[in-house]
């Protein structure tokens, strides 16, 4: 079936450190990727997004690479602060029952050692 | 604007009571979801609708019931509840397909004793 996963459960990294956050995905007709943050208590916030009609997209401290061979999506985070500390879930959107799915891997903790 | 607002943030139940969980958002978004997220299965999708008057079974349906009749309101009725729905319930709106940003509410987290 459909599923979208995550290597490492917990990152731990020092203030100022790269950051990189892996995901796996299986369903290779997903066209759509998503990155979220989400803080302690709070709802899920979008961080970056992808087409698979690209391989790399940049934001502000944030790229998100996507390697379509080997399903294969990772975040990285350039010089890592405090309040990168989070929780960050990826997540595809795949065509299925007549309606576009959000599919959200189970999340991955990052903890930034001051 | 407010963006995507939820009430209660925090609710306690009893097995085979109801509850209707809110959810309104005012950025004249079509289509709103609602999501349940536990511990290690990430977010899963309960009902979604595309517009007022519209709603559709997401992936987790059973015990869920929902209603749209405008565009900001968006409720979700737990008619039994079960323990097996303690969970964190967010609300999510995006204006358009599920493929764009969706913005997500603050959640409501359910205990059902």
């Known amino acids: 079936g459909e599923s979208v996963g995550l290597h490492l459960p917990t990152l731990s990294v020092q203030e100022g450190d790269n950051s990189i956050i892996n995901c796996a995905y299986s369903?290779?007709?997903?066209?759509?990727f998503i990155w979220y943050k989400q803080e302690s208590g709070k709802g899920p916030q979008f961080i970056i997004d992808?087409?698979?009609?690209?391989d790399k997209r940049q934001g502000q401290r944030v790229t998100v690479l996507l390697n379509k061979t080997v399903k294969h999506l990772s975040l990285q985070i350039a010089a890592t602060q405090p309040g990168d500390s989070a929780v960050y879930f990826c997540?595809?959107?795949?065509?299925?029952?007549?309606?576009?799915?959000?599919?959200f891997g189970s999340g991955t903790r990052l903890l930034v050692r001051p | 604007n407010a963006g995507v607002t939820q009430t209660p943030k925090f609710h306690i139940l009893k097995t085979g009571q109801s509850m209707t969980l809110q959810c309104a958002q005012d950025m004249n978004h079509g289509y709103l979801s609602w999501y349940r997220q536990d511990p290690g299965m990430g977010l899963r999708r309960i009902h979604y609708s595309v517009a007022a008057g519209i709603t559709d079974k997401g992936e987790v349906p059973d015990g869920y019931n929902v209603s749209r009749s405008n565009t900001e309101d968006f409720p979700l009725r737990l008619e039994s509840a079960a323990p097996s729905q303690t969970s964190v319930y967010f609300c999510?709106?995006?204006?358009?397909?599920?493929?764009?940003?969706?913005?997500f509410g603050p959640g409501t987290r359910l205990l059902v004793l």
């Open positions: 369903n290779s007709a997903s066209d759509y």
């Open positions: 997540a595809e959107t795949a065509w299925g029952d007549s309606s576009y799915k959000l599919i």
């Open positions: 999510a709106s995006t204006s358009g397909l599920a493929e764009e940003t969706q913005y």
């Open positions: 992808i087409r698979s009609n690209m």
